[in-house]
Structure formats: structure tokens, C-alpha cells
Nanobody, 127 residues
Framework: QVHLVESGGELVQVGGSLRLSCTASERISEHALAWLRQAPGKEREFVAVINWRGSIRDYADSVKGRFTISRDNAKNTVFLQMDSLKPSDTAVYSC?????????????????????WGRGTQVIVSS
């Protein structure tokens, strides 16, 4: 498993932007990386995923057009740029990694598909 540490979460106003980062303790160039979130009293939900090469990205419908996932393999880091934030985006955001060197298809929206998890960073969108 890979040790992942998220940062960047904070209190922000509606319509504002945040950039979350997640840095791994080791090389993650063979891993698909994802962001998932969990709001108070709700189940964890998928937000975005990026393949090991950075060439394929997928997003939850609720964030499409507002969030952008990217990665820097040289820095073992994945990012989540969040724009036009809404109160419904309030949640603990966690990054997750799934080792996938051959780019095999997997259910990226299923949290159980990921072997490694960070502890999360809190995002609060205030109106």
C-alpha cells in the first residue's frame, strides 16, 4: 500500500475555488488515482479519477465542468482543482490509489477498488 497525504481543504465561500493536493510516499506512476468525498451523514461518493498516464479522466456528473483532476508523477502528487464551489460540495475529500500498470478496466467509482487511501482533507463551502 501507498501512504497518501491530502492537503488544501479549507472554508471557502460559494462560487470560490480550491486546489486540493495529495502526495504519495512513493512512486505512483503505475497507479490510477482518484478523489472521493464523504459529506456528513452521507455515504462516500466518487468525485474524479485519472489513469496512470494522465490521458484518461472521469468525473461524477455533479462536478463535471467545475472540477479538474490532474497529476504530476515526478512529484508523486495528484491534484483536484475545484471551481464554482457549492454548499453541496462540503465534505471530507480523500484521495485513493489503485495500482494498474496495464491500464485494465476497473470500477473506478467503487471505493473498494482502491488499495490505498489518505485520511482526507475537509472542505467547507459557506453560503
Amino acid at each position: 500500500q501507498v501512504h497518501l497525504v491530502e492537503s488544501g481543504g479549507e472554508l471557502v465561500q460559494v462560487g470560490g475555488s480550491l486546489r486540493l493536493s495529495c502526495t504519495a510516499s512513493e512512486r505512483i506512476s503505475e497507479h490510477a488515482l482518484a478523489w472521493l468525498r464523504q459529506a456528513p451523514g452521507k455515504e462516500r461518493e466518487f468525485v474524479a479519477v485519472i489513469n496512470w498516464r494522465g490521458s484518461i479522466r472521469d468525473y461524477a456528473d455533479s462536478v463535471k465542468g467545475r472540477f479538474t483532476i490532474s497529476r504530476d508523477n515526478a512529484k508523486n502528487t495528484v491534484f483536484l482543482q475545484m471551481d464554482s464551489l457549492k454548499p453541496s460540495d462540503t465534505a471530507v475529500y480523500s484521495c485513493a490509489a489503485h495500482r494498474n500498470p496495464f491500464g485494465e478496466r476497473f470500477n473506478s467509482a467503487d471505493g473498494q477498488a482502491y488499495e490505498s487511501w489518505g485520511r482526507g482533507t475537509q472542505v467547507i463551502v459557506s453560503s
